[in-house]
């Protein structure tokens, strides 16, 4: 049966290719351009043999698929010569036959009950053929027959030893199970910059006593005047490296790309290796001097950062004497302000302490302190997000974005990131911190192992971190006070 569709189409395609030669006629025989008219004309004719083009091939296409869609449903079943399934009944169907293939079933398994055995074993054959083809074209069909085909024995079953052995396992590679880590939350909010090319140390240069003004108490009076005094802050460029050796007849036999996985995992700890730097390098054998590092006093220096302890482990909460954020957070917060001059852009703490402010954060009336953002806060401390966060931020605190963050130490001890049981909180003005990073390279070294068929994959790059730019913008809180909460 032909397409009358296609047909049409054809036929216009025919009628506007004579009209395009029609134009080119004139011209060619003239030795001539076309004119503004006939070049107007011929675009439009083109436009439409175009459109046309593209409509005769989708129909062609869709005939050759009809057509081999026919072919397929006439054709015979490889095994059983002769036979054709068409229009006719099925074997077994709710209407219009008489056959059971429960009776049959039984008339296989249980012969001697009278059944007509060898009938029963045909239908089922004949039965067996149909759903073949059916599973052909109907892809509902297909995965039943599958299904049915791997739960249809019962003994040689599944158990190693009594046919297991056959049925393969299967393993879904493409979902395996990562190392958990926390990410590089600390690290990503700083101020992020590229690691210049050629360098082992970076220099800021720091006014540390700058000029001064003052009232001239006269006409021609002596006018202020003061030198400043000048000094640097200094990042070196220090080196994370990791690698992992593989077999090579792993990374060839194996389904997923082994390299990839390899490369994931090992980037993955980079990215916690160089967040734990940020916040807790000691600044010694190759580490950055990350922020909780650098010296702490309750009456900070200019290269020292303000530390207020908190010694009351009871949850008091908003105004309440030495509790952690009567004595802790507010006035870390205050210090920023009035020593950096300007505001803190973040609190940065452990989850466990801001899950721990969730819990316990209630006033004297049994209202919390902390409000699910939904539920439109009012007269409240801080807010939470609308849904669970275990990194970055999670909520807000004095207007203040609240950062989580597993890789904050909970071993800190008053004045020092590592000693005791205890977290903190960081208020912290984040841009004035510098990372400076070089791009994180990988490669893959065969030669190394080869003489015992292994590839060894190596990560690593540079980066510089300068936290001491300006310490007066970093305050941190901790003391007894943030011990290990129950919940």
């Known amino acids: 049966m032909g397409n009358p569709v296609l047909d049409a189409a054809r036929t216009k395609r025919t009628k506007h290719m004579s009209k395009l030669d029609g134009i080119l006629a004139p011209a060619t025989a003239e030795s001539r351009s076309l004119t503004d008219d006939e070049t107007t004309e011929f675009e439009?004719?083109?436009?439409?043999?175009?459109?046309?083009?593209?409509?005769?091939?989708?129909?062609?296409?869709h005939d050759v698929r009809m057509a081999a869609a026919?072919?397929?449903?006439?054709t015979i079943v490889a095994d059983a010569p002769g036979v054709i399934v068409r229009s006719e009944p099925k074997t077994y169907a709710q209407f219009g036959t008489t056959n059971s293939y429960l009776r049959d079933l039984a008339a296989i398994q249980v012969p001697q009950a009278g059944f007509d055995a060898e009938g029963a074993q045909e239908r089922m054959a004949r039965h067996a053929r149909e759903i073949e083809v059916e599973a052909r074209r109907d892809s509902t069909v297909a995965a039943r027959w599958r299904e049915a085909g791997l739960e249809a024995r019962t003994n040689p079953n599944t158990t190693a030893g009594t046919g297991g052995e056959f049925v393969p396992p299967l393993w879904m590679v493409n979902s395996y199970i990562p190392a958990f880590r926390p990410g590089r939350v600390f690290a990503n909010r700083i101020n992020n910059q590229p690691l210049p090319p050629g360098i082992d140390v970076i220099n800021i240069p720091k006014i540390l006593t700058g000029s001064t003004t003052a009232i001239q108490t006269a006409n021609a009076a002596s006018v202020s005047s003061t030198d400043i005094t000048t000094s640097t802050v200094s990042g070196s460029v220090n080196t994370i490296a990791g690698q992992q050796d593989i077999s090579l007849q792993l990374l060839e036999q194996s389904p997923i790309s082994m390299d990839g996985v390899v490369f994931q995992d090992l980037a993955a700890d980079y990215d916690q290796r160089l967040d734990l730097q940020v916040i807790s390098g000691t600044g010694a054998s190759g580490q950055h001097l990350g922020v909780l590092s650098i010296t702490q006093s309750a009456t900070p220096t200019a290269a020292q950062v303000?530390?207020?302890?908190?010694v009351n482990a009871t949850p008091k909460f908003y105004g309440a004497a030495n509790s952690q954020l009567g004595t802790g957070v507010i006035p870390a917060v205050n210090n920023i302000e009035t020593t950096r001059y300007a505001p803190p852009t973040a609190l940065w703490t452990h989850p466990r302490r801001v899950n721990w402010w969730l819990a316990a954060g209630y006033d004297s009336n049994s209202r919390p302190l902390f409000v699910q953002s939904e539920n439109s806060p009012w007269n409240a401390v801080g807010n939470a997000e609308n849904a669970p966060s275990a990194q970055g931020v999670c909520g807000s605190l004095f207007g203040l974005p609240v950062v989580k963050n597993a890789n904050f130490p909970t071993t800190m001890?008053?004045?020092?990131?590592?000693?005791?049981?205890?977290?903190?909180?960081?208020?912290?003005?984040?841009?004035?911190?510098?990372?400076?990073?070089g791009q994180l390279k990988m490669r893959a070294l065969p030669e190394i192992l080869s003489g015992t068929l292994q590839v060894r994959f190596q990560v690593y790059a540079y980066s510089a971190l300068i936290a001491t730019r300006a310490p007066s913008g970093i305050a941190v809180t901790s003391g007894t006070g943030f011990a290990a909460p129950t919940f």
């Open 306 to 310: 303000y530390y207020a302890s908190v």
């Open 70 to 74: 026919e072919l397929a449903s006439a």
């Open 413 to 437: 001890l008053a004045g020092a990131p590592t000693g005791g049981t205890q977290d903190g909180v960081v208020a912290i003005k984040e841009d004035d911190v510098y990372l400076f990073e």
């Open 44 to 61: 439009a004719l083109s436009a439409k043999i175009t459109k046309l083009d593209a409509e005769i091939e989708l129909h062609e296409a």
